[in-house]
């Protein structure tokens, strides 16, 4: 993991219609159904609301105040991407603003993780660029040190291997192995597919309690109700 | 207050209109008609911007990872409650989502106070079910574990008895004990009614110091002004 | 600058013309213009998205939990100051709501910088009257303990003089020393200049690396290419 | 619970042998005889090492910055007693030093919980009075504004009525209900009284799978073993 | 990495010698050693001052507040290894104390590392059992729900695969790759061979500046002394 | 305030006499002698306990990740100054190391006082050389970016400028001015003169309600006991 100063430019994506199905779950159905695992840290928030993203990881890690290789990175982006973007230590820095988003949107990203600072937070809401970050900060950075461009990172507590499929919404970030997205698309369908029937029932004042047959494992369990 | 397993069914609420009435004051209000008290941790943020509601309080609590206990408040949901949900220890998961906001919508709940996470917060904000929460996060849970509805529970920092009066705006979360919900309102009424003149005046250019007759106070103080 | 109970009447201001130049700029040109410096921690925060806001520093020093010397400052704004507010020691307490706001925007004042809590954030919002803070919370304060008006703050991690400019936006606060206003105003315009040109080239898919000229020194810090 | 300006005298205590039996266990055992709560939150840490004590719980509700009321509780202690001090609000302030540690150890005092800061800590360590609390601080304190002494309090996110017994040590500090004492010490006495024999086997190289008899259950769950 | 309810029984482990070999130089010389990186975060400290611990990594990956798969790791402890415990979401509660940790020792662990809290520290700290924590907390946990044993996982925002090598001191805790070992292990002791003579001279009174040559390039770099 | 690669060698120190002196009161007596001002935040603690130092300050700005000028300033350095460092942005990496240490010992420096991380605490505490930092934590740092010697900084939120008394112990840092020294020894004087008295009447049980006759004080604001 430790390689720095290496860009790998022919990294296996995962397939985009996939990234696109999920994306279409959201994140907290996505993160059941790959076993309640690859969630980023609840610290990573978009900067806007309602904002929401999909795509394959490109990854890139940055060291401290530096963001030399986010322009390293931007080749490297093809249509359909993410940008995951990992530091060596905590930085709330403002490593990325509206030029670099300018540049990675031509490139075809759909969006950044960052586990850092972002800045002109304005203008990115406007370009609809989505952003999920650690901190919103104006202070600049400087460009002296190398990275690594597409080597497997951690970001937000979550490791991301280049390929992986990416899903962010208003609840957070989610990573989805390349090797598990055909599975992960699966459990999340058939989870999907009876929710529309559940809310309905709900909706309707039918207790969770009888329509997930509770009351027998929570009496089992010594559950007391007293009048 | 340990009492595990346990479900009351029959809690005393405080009225519904003092409810109403202290709701329309917002916290800032409440909080100061009842000595400056009750008001929960500023860490217990709105999921959504301009969120209110005010209700009697019915608790739960839940520990760390687990839901299960949500699904029976549910069934104790009176219309007019606000759902006030504790953790035995610090956890971020996301506990509540839109199911159980449906469920908790129908059972006529006004919305949620959790010391935890949520997630669908999209879907919420739609719904317009308003929740008052430490974080945001598509982590899902386990069913496993009892808890108990409707103990005094400790939520944000504060004492919760089940029937007290929770009010909760963009401002933050406030607890008024059944007790004292009469009082409160008397001492908010007051202290709203000439809210409006010393507005006016503070607008046309008057001085909090002269409003008040804050400069002989001052100057006795010691308070020195140099030119 | 540890005078107690002290009211600074008269201070050198810088020029609001300046003051307006900047603040036209934003944050993140200014806080680059002045060398990466004067940025106060990212942990004060906009009330509400969009805020914007620039003038010249009025400071007040507070005691934890006490508001007393906010009315006094209220005297000392003239049309086109920012109020700067810091704190003996930390407090997310509510020092600032409607009333108050009402009177400053009455003095003339442009905004609010307070390292401390502020409440009614609801109707602050709707008279659009900005605040940047460290925390929302309906928490009130006492009025018992002299603070002192127009002495150098340190107020977010940043030393404020009574005078300097300050500029504050959704990426933060930055202060702009009143005898660089000048020189930061014209590098900021010169930066500013050629940004309309960058983000075409940019926007058509021009890379950083080339418009920057970073494929040499990143080829001799040792950049490999791994295919 | 909002009762400002009281101190009440007469207070039931716990019984002086059940607090030092269940001192005598530590808060870890303690913890899981009372069903696993009734623990503050982990940021209560002892001011030095190895630091422990127990006793019936004095209770004092102060405001922010203010340290009056440690005064008028000194007055309450009794030989035996712990004082437990809430704040109102979020506050790392120094409330307690060597002066009133004291006055507090003559009155009787086996130590202090503080939910904010305290000083002269190389003294009280010198002295061997523990406290357990949020923050060290040397900021200092006023003397303005009443609170309570012997209301039920939350502390360190825990209730504390006066007279439950508190037993602190390195691992945090833990509250029990004087009602649920007798029947805690049972517990923790059963559960300690099988240790000696479970730490010899563990030391003896026995695996908790064998001596717990988990391998089944594990199994039953789905545990898997690759080679 | 998403592989639930599984046991790797046999892993490839670095070598031990290089263990030892790199757990002399302590964490600081490691790290630089291996190129600034594979440390995890700061909150990650010791229980008690002076610990010191090397090893090979065995991993487990846990729930919040379940502690099942810690007697699950124990027995695939050797002789030299050091447990590297994460948690698939923050949590602070109490995981390990005095029973498991006689347990580990038995079995030849060299310490734990792990991403959430420890309890009975006073006596771990007795029996120079080393732990480098997130917090210290007596909240005991459940044993309800499998995690996995020897998958990689990330721990303290480290990635940490099974047979990585462990160096952790009074300054933190660092991941040696099992491939970089060696090369880690070269660096470090020519870092470490001209200490002594440096260490020697700066005590001397001889300055940086001169003995690494600095002069030059800050003069270059543009700085200005002024008497 | 914002210069850069600028290093001022003569600086204007306070008094050493006046050092001592005020270092031997301890940092809450003199915090209290200069009004409850100039006090550190209270994130700042020492490496080891017991730590004591004071001294006047030379002062060095640092960039994130980057500990340059740390060679620099200490050519500054006199027998009876404390470096004190500040960064530009939060910053947690591990500046400073025992090879630092023995350059800043042998140059007569007292201590070090750093709003960053430092490293080597064990060899730091076995030196006896006295540390107040942010974290601790074993990540390393560049040489590459110009910041300053010997102006005004804000380190731990309070400003210090060159010159100024530090005194620093187990309860924090606190910063005096040069201007406002010889007060604040004679404050402290006259605090300390009759604490012995006051110590040995609380030591004997009489209450600080009545030696410093609180009860009328008390009584008026409304205090009363209920039986």
């Keep these: 993991?430790?390689?720095?100063?290496?860009?790998?430019?022919?990294?296996?994506?995962?397939?985009?219609?996939?990234?696109?199905?999920?994306?279409?779950?959201?994140?907290?159905?996505?993160?059941?159904?790959?076993?309640?695992?690859?969630?980023?840290?609840?610290?990573?928030?978009?900067?806007?609301?309602?904002?929401?993203a999909w795509g394959t990881a490109v990854t890139v890690l940055l060291h401290p105040g530096d963001n030399w290789m986010l322009h390293v990175v931007a080749e490297q982006i093809r249509h359909g991407d993410i940008v995951v973007a990992a530091v060596t230590a905590d930085c709330n820095d403002g490593y990325f603003g509206d030029l670099l988003a300018t540049s990675f949107k031509a490139r075809g990203a759909q969006g950044l993780i960052i586990d850092a600072g972002v800045r002109d937070v304005r203008v990115l809401t406007e370009m609809k660029f989505p952003v999920w970050s650690k901190a919103i900060s104006a202070k600049g950075t400087v460009k002296a040190t190398l990275g690594s461009v597409n080597i497997p990172v951690v970001c937000g507590g979550a490791l991301v291997t280049p390929g992986d499929i990416i899903v962010a919404d208003d609840d957070g970030v989610v990573v989805v192995p390349a090797a598990s997205a055909q599975k992960a698309f699966e459990i999340a369908a058939a989870r999907e597919a009876n929710e529309g029937e559940k809310r309905a029932k709900l909706a309707a004042g039918v207790l969770g309690l009888d329509m997930y047959n509770m009351r027998e494992p929570l009496q089992k369990a010594g559950l007391k109700y007293i009048d």
């Design 1 to 52: 993991m430790y390689e720095l100063g290496v860009v790998y430019r022919n990294i296996r994506r995962a397939d985009s219609d996939l990234a696109g199905g999920l994306g279409a779950f959201g994140t907290a159905t996505v993160h059941e159904a790959i076993g309640r695992m690859g969630l980023m840290k609840p610290y990573m928030r978009p900067i806007y609301a309602r904002a929401q």
